[in-house]
Every structure is written in structure tokens, then in C-alpha cells.
């Protein structure tokens, strides 16, 4: 199956360098601009499936890109990782101890810990290949670290993976497909 998968536009969290998590924040105009800007690469594509997460900045990016005619299924799984305690403040999570590394399973602050946060973008994927066809094409629109833990699902992963590198990061309103 061919998956695709979209990060939502900037919001003032992302611009300020806030904490964001669960918090239902809308996009910014700079979001509203990224994701019109990913919408001619969106419009000619052909999806069987649309899923989005609940959140906000996620449902109206999804809004944007597709021009508002795709039939998006919201998913809970999809929500962005928790970051309990620190959402709202501008914290430098490196500061917390590594909230990403597996062995250490971080929750300090009620943040979900990464195990968690890998085994909901786990639990997705298997929704997903048993719901549909090897042959379909599925949009998802959702956030930058539970697309970063869906990322290392599919390409696979141990105890030494940098789950927070520079280079598995989303930017925001980037698009990347994966082969499922």
C-alpha cells in the first residue's frame, strides 16, 4: 500500500518554540500558506483512504490540502504525543532527560512515554492493512512526532535508534511516502 503522509502548517506554538502536544491549537497564517502551497501536489494524487487526527491544526490542514473534497475519517491514534505537564512553555525537552529514547521510556511530567507513543503509531498501521487493499493509496494528515514514530514502524527500529535525529523529523506541511 502506498501511504502518504502529511504534517500539519505552522502554528504560533511551532513559530514560538512552544510545547504543543495535545493542545488543540489552530494553524497560523504561515500554515494556512504552507498548506495551500502542498495542495497542487495533493490534487492530482489518487486516494483510496483519508484519515486525520483530531486535532485541529491537523483537520485544517487536511481541509486545505485536499480543497476540502476529500471525505477525511478522524482517528484518534492519530493525535499528537502528549507532553503532559510542559504543554504550553517554551521548554528545551533535551533539558527533561531523553523523552525519546526507548530504553528509558521517559513519562517524567506526564509525558507519554515513547514505547506508547510507537505502539499507537503500531496499532494505526495494523488498522490500516486491515482495512485495505496492498494496492491502496491513503492520505494521512497528522503530527510531527506520531509521524516520526510511524516513520520508524515501518522502516523498523532498536534500542539505539535516534527516534529524534534531525533527519526522521517532519517539517511542518512536508508530504512523504512510504510503501507499506
Known sequence: MNLYL??????????????????????????????????????????DAYYVSPLLRARQTAEIITDGKANFQ?????RERSYGEIEGQKVDLS????????????????????RDLLARAQEFLDQLKATHQHTDSILVVAHGAL???????????????????????????????YKV
Open 147 to 177: 509521524l516520526r514514530a510511524m516513520h520508524f514502524c515501518i522502516i523498523g527500529y532498536n534500542d539505539d535508534t535516534d527516534f529524534h535525529g534531525q533527519d526522521v523529523r517532519f517539517e511542518n506541511c512536508e508530504m512523504r511516502k
Open 74 to 78: 478522524i482517528n484518534n491514534l492519530l
Open 6 to 47: 502529511v504534517r500539519h502548517g505552522q502554528t504560533d506554538f511551532n513559530k514560538g518554540e512552544i510545547v504543543q502536544g495535545i493542545s488543540d491549537i489552530p494553524l497560523n497564517g504561515t500554515g494556512i500558506q504552507q498548506a495551500r502551497a502542498l495542495a497542487p501536489k495533493i490534487k492530482d494524487l489518487e486516494f
Open 95 to 114: 533539558s527533561l532527560g531523553d523523552v525519546y529514547d526507548r530504553r528509558a521510556n521517559i513519562s517524567t511530567y506526564g509525558i507519554e512515554p515513547v
